[in-house]
């Protein structure tokens, strides 16, 4: 191990997180942005106003503190906006602290307007995977997200010293997701979950193109899919959850519309779910419009549960249908003015990527040849970071084999060079892949 690679080992904690985000928030208007665009509809950021980074400040309903809170202030240093940061590295929510969330939005709110403050949560992918806070955070954050952000800065940066600044932050940021917590916190993947989770995301897929599939830790507590991606003309940018269960009985598909609990009463006697499937229920601070799916065992071989797998995400992609359907009436009794809402453009996901290299593999296995190598480095580094490390090593083994079976196309370097996955790369690593290919 080497020196820079043992910078933080062991040696981080929860308040270099926040002290991070306050730094490259105040110093980067592209991360700034872009961390505000995870709130997703339910904030508007003010135009041409004073933006300051706040790091523990009080709250207004209770006693607690916000970890991080970015402020929008008028002329008169008055604040008109705010969202609100909470960073979570090893540790659970501490009892009410969600909700003390929730109601601290509730009060902002009501002052500065409905649009005018919003929560994040930011944590390890495998941490996100185990928080529940029932809607009180307008969006989410991963860790490895905000890696993948600055390391893409790195390969456009032409800036020694800048580089060498972001590249000692992402060292940060990977130190913080590979702490473990105490003994309560098992991060380990299960081997019969991930490869059940690849399989569920390649079907997924299929049937619901325009979604991703959060990537998860597939641990122990790994029992829920969450998707990204959805959009509904008109509504809030929901939170959809595929809920797997113990292999019997049924579970439950929920789209979650955030801070609009108030709203449940006049949905639940509007008569629109009548003779339909769907129920709306409260979820902490949020409305769930919820539909039973049949329960799924991840320790099982895919194969075995594959039918009760297709039949929820069928049951998902029926309820997405009925929602955009019904998208204006929502909307009316939601109290939403009604606007059509265009998805920003957003590169391949990391899910999406990875479902890619294991259907490469899949392709190598039948020619007789399997990249074990390529898998392994998957599991340790994830599927974008691998290729990356591939493109930058002298040409594997298996790249040799490939170019002597003619195969020539299923190599990283050729996979890079196509869309939608060129976007996911630096010019410099898109080269180096061409000229290793000639």
Request: net charge neutral.
């Amino acid at each position: 191990m080497s020196q820079a690679d043992d910078l933080f080992r062991d040696r981080v904690r929860e308040r270099d997180l926040d002290n991070f985000l306050v730094e490259e928030l105040s110093a980067s208007p592209a991360f700034l942005t872009w961390m505000v665009s995870k709130v997703g509809n339910s904030f508007s950021a003010p135009m041409n106003q004073n933006v300051l980074l706040q790091k523990s400040p009080p709250r207004e309903k209770d006693r607690r503190q916000t970890d991080v809170r970015i402020g929008w202030f008028d002329d008169d240093q008055k604040l008109i906006a705010c969202v609100l940061i909470e960073s979570k590295v090893t540790a659970n929510f501490q009892a009410g602290q969600a909700q003390a969330y929730a109601a601290e939005l509730a009060a902002l709110r009501e002052r500065l307007g409905r649009k005018a403050a919003s929560a994040l949560l930011v944590a390890p992918v495998a941490r996100l995977a185990t928080l529940t806070h029932d809607g009180s955070f307008d969006g989410e954050v991963a860790i490895e997200h905000i890696i993948d952000f600055l390391d893409e800065r790195v390969g456009r940066s032409e800036n020694a010293e800048i580089s060498l600044r972001l590249k000692a932050r992402i060292q940060l940021l990977e130190a913080l997701c590979g702490k473990r917590a105490s003994t309560a916190w098992i991060g380990t993947t299960i081997p019969e979950k991930r490869d059940f989770a690849e399989a569920y995301a390649a079907l997924a897929s299929e049937i619901l193109p325009e979604l991703t599939v959060r990537p998860s830790s597939d641990g122990p507590k790994a029992i829920t899919r969450i998707f990204e991606g959805l959009v509904i003309d008109g509504l809030p940018s929901p939170t959809l959850r595929h809920e797997f269960g113990a292999g019997t009985g049924w579970k439950y598909a929920n789209v979650l519309f955030r801070g609009i609990e108030d709203r449940l009463p006049r949905l639940r006697s509007s008569g629109l779910f009548e003779g339909t499937p769907y129920l709306v229920e409260e979820a902490g601070k949020s409305v769930a419009i919820r539909v039973r799916t049949p329960a799924i065992d991840p320790m099982r071989p895919f194969l075995d549960e594959r039918e009760a797998v297709e039949r929820g995400l069928l049951v998902i992609r029926d309820l997405i249908e009925w929602l955009r359907s019904k998208s204006t009436e929502l909307a009316d009794l939601l109290e939403i003015e009604t606007t059509t809402i265009t998805p920003a453009p957003s590169l391949p996901s990391e899910t999406a990527f990875a479902a890619e290299l294991m259907d490469t593999y899949r392709q190598c296995e039948r020619l007789g040849y399997k990249p074990t190598g390529m898998l392994q480095m998957m599991q340790e580094h994830g599927a974008i970071n691998t290729a990356r490390r591939l493109l930058v090593s002298p040409p594997s083994d298996g790249f040799n084999r490939l170019a002597l079976m003619g195969r020539l196309d299923l190599a990283i370097e050729s996979i890079v060079q196509r869309d939608p996955w060129r976007q996911l790369f630096t010019k410099e690593e898109l080269r180096r892949a061409k000229n290793r290919l000639k």
